[in-house]
């Protein structure tokens, strides 16, 4: 199975062989092409610079993957590819690109979601995580709590009601004066923080549900380092105060979400995932509470070919292929998704 991301900024590929006892095993080759610097000088995505790099870099990233992999195109048997959410010029790319393909090789084609390829992503580790369980989507553009009775089966407990967990700390990295983009920045920043130098709040803990906000955080931040001497210290200092509240935000609605669905295990997945706070304090919780954590490695947190592998790869296993056309949805929820 070839899975192909270019659902925002990245070109994502991979070569995954589907094994349905141990799913990551099969994995072949991945390639990727990050077009952070592209896009650097805006502060910022463009959406039809994207469009336009991700043409650049597809094929090329696949011969990459299937040399990799040692392989031909002629020994693919499906091709698996992001139809949303996302960009629409850039899911476009990814789209023709792959239906072409498997209508040339004469095989079956996929278009995968974005976010349930996320989700997936910890099937790609040893011991990947059985359903039923709970996952926490956090990225970019989305921040989700997820109940997955089966895979496919999906039932959205949480939301955000503005920002994304990972657009705050961009954007709260962007107000302190970091290079975009600031969320993994921002996080190695904070490390050098000192405990209890600032305090945020931990937006909406103070009464049920699962959903969050955490634009109101942004402000707080702002004011804080406004009011500041803006040293570099002081930077470090607010930027763990911010970790800290988002991740302490972050584990409350998690212990919530579980305990409302009666779940005993944890997914964690999307860009925010590889935050070492957020990582470290989810084990603690769940050592405490008794619910297993799974991650994906820090690699396939961010976006990736390998988790459009295989959820494509579970997609085709259970019969589901496309149609002819291109087709891709700009928007799409996850709740809408067939049972796989
Ligand atoms: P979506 O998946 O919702 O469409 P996306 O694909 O742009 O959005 P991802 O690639 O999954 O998002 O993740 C990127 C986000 O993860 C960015 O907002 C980035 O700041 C954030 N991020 C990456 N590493 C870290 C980290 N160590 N700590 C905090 N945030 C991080
Ligand atoms: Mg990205
Ligand atoms: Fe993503």
Known sequence: MLGIETSCDETGVAILRWE???????????????????HADYGGVVPELASRDHVRKLLPLVREALAEA????????????TAGPGLV??????????????WALGVPAIGVHHMEGHL????LEE?????????????????????????????????TLDDAAGEAFDKTAKMMGLPYPGGPALARLAEQGRPGAFRFSRPMTDRPGLDFSFSGLKT???????????????????????EEAIVDTLVIKCRRALEAAGAQRLVIAGGVGANRRLRAE??????????RTYFPRLAFCTDNGAMIALAGAIRLASGQHQGEAVEVRPRWNLEDLPAA
């Open 220 to 242: 707080q931040v702002l004011l804080a380092w406004q009011q500041s001497d803006q040293g570099e210290q002081t930077r470090a200092d607010i930027a763990r105060a911010f």
């Open 89 to 102: 010029g850039a899911l476009l790319v990814g789209a023709a690109a792959g239906r072409a393909l498997a």
């Open 20 to 38: 349905p006892a141990a799913p990551g095993g099969g994995l072949l080759a991945h390639a990727l092409y990050s077009q952070i610097k592209l």
């Open 282 to 291: 989810l084990a603690a919780a769940g050592e405490k509470d008794g619910f």
């Open 120 to 123: 997936l992503a910890p099937l």
């Open 127 to 159: 011991e990947p995580p059985q359903p039923p369980f709970v996952a926490l989507l956090v990225s970019g553009g989305h921040s989700l709590l997820v109940q997955v009775k089966a895979i496919g089966e999906y039932t959205i407990l949480g939301d």
């Open 70 to 81: 040692g392989m031909t195109p002629a020994d693919l048997g499906g091709v698996a590819y």
